[in-house]
């Protein structure tokens, strides 16, 4: 199964000559290439399928996919090498 998941763009940055970021999906960050999304920048959503962001997406949606993806824990782990974490209970818009 191939997945691409949700994050936020935490920080912009050069590695070698690409386009890098540490990307947070609810919780696990990872390094992601930037290099298919040029509009991209910190804050922004991102689309990341096996290392790279693929396309930029609203923070509502992201946040609709995540959930989801909870509910699908162990094709997450299996794509990002870990679960994500629970949603935090005190925002009123947790699932």
């Given amino acids: ?21 540490t990307v947070d999906f609810g919780g696990v960050r990872r390094e992601v290439c930037l290099e298919y999304t040029p509009e991209a920048a910190t804050g922004t959503y991102v689309i990341v399928h096996v290392g790279f962001a693929i396309t930029t997406v609203d923070e509502a949606e992201a946040e609709r996919t995540l959930g989801v993806l909870r509910a699908m824990a162990d094709a997450v782990t299996g794509e990002l090498g870990e679960p994500l974490p629970q949603a935090p209970r005190d925002r009123p818009d947790a699932p």
């Fill in 1 to 21: 199964m191939c997945l691409g998941i949700p994050g936020r763009v935490l920080e912009v940055h050069d590695s070698g000559g690409l386009r890098m970021a």
